[in-house]
């Protein structure tokens, strides 16, 4: 098989797994409707799927045995589907709901994308102020004829000692990434992930965007999960595999195992869940009377995906004047520490 990356691998499966469907529903035969799209070089693991097929295996287990980048969840919408008759249905779910996660990760990354790249100018831009300008303007109130004030002598400090500071912070670094991998070599990746998802959760705004975020993620796969096999707690547990929060995922797990020992949905999330989610519960109970257990799961999806938005939009408005703040804050200190010692020298000189 030609070398690709999973990412890449991933897109171009998913997208013509989607053509699949569209030729398959239609009526024309999978292994026909596979077979149209191999007809370039990179078509290896299309054939392969071919071949499994012919050797009398579902396109569910044809798929799972050539390890290509599909998710647990996926693949359990693709075999449950497969097994009732839907095959072309459940492929179409998968599609869909990769593409609104995909476009709901991209706000998120975007959303963190800006200030990041306002700090990296920032950084860039006062490295050069204090490696170029700096040093040639220092001579100018050396020999002790005026008084430098504190702002200028911490600007003169940071420009004298650059090197050995950035040296001290590359250390320091190492020093960090030893410890961590030491960390996970000792307790594990899942300690190491549940320690720093537990500090996250907590940062104010982040935290809440988090949180949104992998609420919306979580319902949204058991939602389809639920509406392709009507399997409760296996739809629950791919939910909380779905989950970037590590506390949340436990919750949900433990939710999964009260549902499988005959406890009432409602009554196990409502012991579970944290108090600003228990717009849930009502939603549940509901879903529970009425049989719609997927369409619970779905509005509770665009309930946190709704305000995830608001969030995401709160937070670009936010971000641009903010970081012009601390733009100006940085600029200011060096113009002021510049600026002030050389009113002393023209008073002391004369000029």
Same mark, same amino acid.
């Given at each position: 098989?030609?070398?690709?990356?999973?990412?890449?691998?991933?897109k171009?499966?998913? %997208?013509?797994?989607?053509?699949?469907?569209?030729?398959?529903?239609?009526g024309?035969?999978?292994?026909?409707?596979?077979?149209?799209?191999?007809?370039?070089?990179?078509?290896?693991? &299309?054939?392969?799927?071919?071949?499994?097929?012919?050797?009398? &295996?579902?396109?569910?287990?044809?798929?799972?045995?050539?390890?290509?980048?599909?998710?647990?969840?996926?693949?359990?919408?693709?075999?449950?589907?497969?097994?009732?008759?839907?095959?072309?249905?459940?492929?179409?779910?998968?599609?869909?709901?990769?593409?609104?996660?995909?476009?709901?990760k991209?706000?998120?990354?975007?959303?963190?994308?800006?200030?990041?790249?306002?700090? %990296?100018v920032?950084?860039?831009?006062?490295?050069?102020?204090?490696?170029?300008?700096?040093?040639?303007?220092?001579?100018?109130?050396?020999?002790?004829?005026?008084?430098?004030?504190?702002?200028?002598?911490?600007?003169?400090?940071?420009?004298?000692?650059?090197?050995?500071?950035?040296?001290?912070?590359?250390?320091f670094?190492?020093?960090?990434?030893?410890?961590?991998?030491?960390?996970?070599?000792? &307790?594990?990746?899942?300690?190491?992930?549940?320690?720093?998802?537990?500090?996250?959760?907590?940062?104010?705004?982040?935290?809440?965007?988090?949180?949104?975020?992998?609420?919306?993620?979580?319902?949204?796969? %058991?939602?389809?999960v639920?509406?392709?096999?009507?399997?409760?707690?296996?739809?629950?547990?791919?939910?909380?595999?779905?989950?970037?929060?590590?506390?949340?995922?436990? &919750?949900?797990?433990?939710? %999964?195992?009260?549902?499988?020992?005959?406890?009432?949905?409602s009554?196990?999330?409502?012991?579970?869940?944290?108090?600003?989610?228990?717009?849930?519960?009502?939603l549940?109970v509901c879903?529970?009377?009425?049989?719609?257990?997927?369409?619970?799961?779905?509005?509770?999806?665009?309930?946190?995906?709704?305000?995830?938005?608001d969030?995401?939009?709160?937070?670009?408005?936010?971000?641009?004047?903010?970081?012009?703040?601390?733009?100006?804050?940085?600029?200011?200190?060096?113009?002021?520490?510049?600026?002030?010692?050389?009113?002393?020298?023209?008073?002391?000189?004369?000029?």
């Amino acid at each position: 098989m030609k070398k690709i990356s999973k990412t890449k691998l991933r897109k171009d499966m998913l %997208a013509h797994f989607k053509m699949f469907a569209r030729l398959y529903s239609a009526g024309v035969p999978l292994i026909e409707s596979l077979d149209v799209f191999c007809v370039d070089n990179d078509s290896d693991w &299309k054939n392969k799927i071919i071949e499994s097929l012919k050797q009398g &295996k579902t396109f569910g287990q044809s798929i799972e045995e050539l390890g290509l980048p599909i998710r647990d969840y996926e693949l359990t919408i693709i075999k449950k589907s497969e097994s009732s008759g839907n095959l072309a249905d459940g492929i179409n779910r998968v599609h869909e709901m990769s593409k609104n996660i995909e476009k709901t990760k991209s706000k998120f990354l975007l959303a963190l994308l800006y200030p990041c790249i306002i700090l %990296a100018v920032s950084v860039i831009l006062i490295l050069m102020i204090l490696i170029i300008i700096v040093p040639k303007i220092k001579p100018l109130f050396s020999g002790g004829r005026i008084v430098i004030p504190w702002t200028t002598k911490v600007l003169f400090f940071l420009s004298t000692y650059l090197f050995y500071i950035m040296f001290g912070v590359l250390i320091f670094c190492m020093l960090v990434v030893f410890l961590v991998l030491m960390l996970i070599r000792k &307790k594990g990746i899942n300690v190491f992930k549940n320690y720093i998802g537990s500090i996250i959760i907590k940062i104010p705004v982040l935290g809440n965007l988090i949180n949104h975020y992998s609420a919306s993620i979580s319902f949204r796969i %058991a939602s389809e999960v639920f509406a392709s096999s009507g399997l409760l707690v296996e739809s629950l547990r791919d939910s909380a595999m779905g989950s970037i929060i590590p506390k949340e995922k436990t &919750k949900l797990l433990n939710v %999964a195992n009260e549902v499988e020992s005959g406890t009432l949905l409602s009554k196990s999330i409502g012991r579970e869940i944290s108090k600003q989610n228990k717009i849930w519960i009502p939603l549940i109970v509901c879903g529970e009377q009425t049989g719609s257990i997927s369409d619970t799961f779905s509005s509770i999806a665009q309930i946190h995906q709704e305000y995830f938005d608001d969030g995401i939009a709160l937070v670009n408005k936010l971000i641009e004047p903010l970081s012009m703040i601390m733009v100006g804050l940085g600029v200011g200190f060096i113009a002021v520490s510049i600026i002030t010692p050389m009113y002393s020298l023209i008073s002391y000189t004369g000029y």
